[in-house]
Every structure is written in C-alpha cells, then in structure tokens.
Nanobody
Framework: QVQLVESGGGLVQAGGSLRLSCAVSGRTFNMYAMGWFRQAPGKEREFVAAISWSGGNVYYVDSVRGRFTISRDNAKNTVYLQMNSLKPEDTAVYYC????????????????????WGQGTQVTVSS
C-alpha cells in the first residue's frame, strides 16, 4: 500500500508564504518522480510542479514559475512545495502524487501518469 500525506496548508494574506510537505510510504521513494497538483472550486485539477526521482529535474506551470519551488528529501521520503508571493488565484486544494512508473519524468504535467495521490491540503490566500 502506497500512502501520501500532505500537510502545511492554511490561510495567508496575498504576498505571504507557505511550505507544503508530502510524506510518502509504501514504495521505494527515490525511484519515482513526484508532482504537485491543485484544484479550485468549479475547476479541474491543474498541474503545479514536478520533480524527478533524484531531484535533478524540475518543471513548473507558467503561473507559479519564479514563485514556487519544488524539492525533495529522499532520506525522509518527503517532497516539498515552497510557495512565495502567494496570490488569491493560488487558492485551491493542493495534492501530491507519485508517478506510475519508475525513472520516468516525461509528460510530468499529465495527471494520468500518476497512480498514487494524497488527500489534499487547503491553501487559501486572501486579498
């Protein structure tokens, strides 16, 4: 059984910062790329960021590039999303996910390539 547990969400004012964490268990963590997605009310799930199995490659959606940083600590089986300069449009439930296949990073923005998902953590940014 693979389990992913997000934490770190909350309520912040525009311009503030949050760091999300995702603790993973059940498979060999350092063999799989990881991703962050988000979903706002009435919207479909949106890709945010992804990181390769060893952290050597990262990819961001244009709207967060330069503000958000994805990282991972394989010794702790944890992936992070540091969010700075938050905007109201960043308000959403944020989910972490693990790739279906080992050692793959192509199509990292495609949610269909991820098989395991956390329960989500709410991020609310006020004006």
């Amino acid at each position: 059984q693979v389990q992913l547990v997000e934490s770190g969400g909350g309520l912040v004012q525009a311009g503030g910062s949050l760091r999300l964490s995702c603790a993973v268990s059940g498979r060999t963590f350092n063999m799989y790329a990881m991703g962050w997605f988000r979903q706002a009310p009435g919207k479909e799930r949106e890709f945010v960021a992804a990181i390769s199995w060893s952290g050597g490659n990262v990819y961001y959606v244009d709207s967060v590039r330069g503000r958000f940083t994805i990282s991972r600590d394989n010794a702790k089986n944890t992936v992070y999303l540091q969010m700075n300069s938050l905007k109201p449009e960043d308000t959403a439930v944020y989910y972490c996910a693990q790739r279906r296949d080992r050692y793959y990073f192509t199509d990292s923005s495609d949610s269909r390539k991820y098989d395991y998902w956390g329960q989500g953590t709410q991020v609310t940014v006020s004006s």
